[in-house]
């Protein structure tokens, strides 16, 4: 397993130089190269988390290490799914996630590796559908603040059709993270009081997980009600992205709680 995780690791940051440089210098086969490495990068990675799922009779998603690189992968393959869609002209998206995975991974890499059983109060039928909704919203949240990011450096350059592409997709990404963030919170709150005997205790988790909720709630309401477009709506899903990184690592850096396992 340590072979196949190494060599996705490695695969993530060649496939990153390759879009790279594919992009900056207009070369269509070099992008090519680093779309097809993308994809054994994925294809190592997906069999490692198979592996380690199946080593683990448990699904591979009880710790930091565990969820990292699980996040890791669904950016990837987000990516991929977005790269595939060629009439949305997204050949660029692989420069932007392939790096994106690379950092996860790389992440992932400085967490302890080792398979431990699950503790009690993750012993749950609540457990993949609560963590496996957290790494869908985290990903899609990430790939959204991406095409943020993507809106603003093209903001003067580039057709208005491109740029309201942009805006929806990064929209439509950002409606589904908020969603599979709400299943998150809601089948915490039930889980939590099978385990705890409460349904909200206001861990750093659950509070900087519903912090974030709600700033992804004020852009959907800007959206809908204020109407709010284009650049400010790029701005927003970069900067929100901050509160789903300090949720994933800050909290587990810097505080301690119920979650601190995770």
């Known amino acids: 397993m340590n072979v196949l995780f190494t060599a996705s690791l490695g695969f993530y940051f060649v496939a990153t130089l390759l879009c790279f440089a594919g992009a900056a210098f207009k070369k269509d086969g ?3 190269t680093g779309r097809i490495v993308l994809i054994l990068a994925v294809a190592a990675h997906l069999i ?3 592996w380690r799922g199946i080593t683990a009779r448990r699904l591979p998603l009880a710790n930091q290490f565990e969820f990292a690189t699980m996040f890791a992968l669904m950016v990837a393959i987000l990516g991929l799914v977005l ?6 002209h997204m050949d ?10 690379f950092l996860l991974q790389s992440y992932a890499a400085l967490q302890p590796k080792e398979i431990t059983e699950l503790m009690p109060a993750l012993k749950s ?10 790494a869908l919203s ?3 949240f990430a790939v959204a603040a991406l095409l943020g990011l993507r809106y603003l450096l093209l903001e003067k350059k580039a057709e208005e059709k491109h740029l309201k592409q942009l805006d929806n997709l990064s929209y439509k990404l950002i409606c589904f993270g908020f969603l599979m963030l709400s299943i998150v919170i809601f089948s915490g709150c039930i889980w939590a009081e099978q385990a705890w005997s409460t ?3 206001w861990d750093p988790k659950e509070t900087w997980a519903l912090i974030t909720w709600i700033v992804y709630a004020v852009y959907l309401h800007q959206r809908f009600r204020m109407k709010w477009r284009g650049k400010r709506m790029a701005w927003f899903a970069l900067l929100a992205f901050i509160f789903v990184m300090f949720t994933f690592v800050g909290v587990n850096t810097l505080m301690s709680g119920l979650h601190s396992y995770a």
């Open 30 to 32: 070099v992008k090519n």
């Open 138 to 140: 985290y990903s899609s």
């Open 125 to 134: 039928a609540w457990f993949g559908l609560h963590i496996g909704s957290a």
């Open 199 to 201: 349904f909200w205790s």
């Open 48 to 50: 490692y988390i198979v």
């Open 83 to 88: 790269d595939f869609r060629n009439k949305l």
């Open 92 to 101: 660029w998206i692989l420069t932007l996630c392939a790096p994106m995975a």
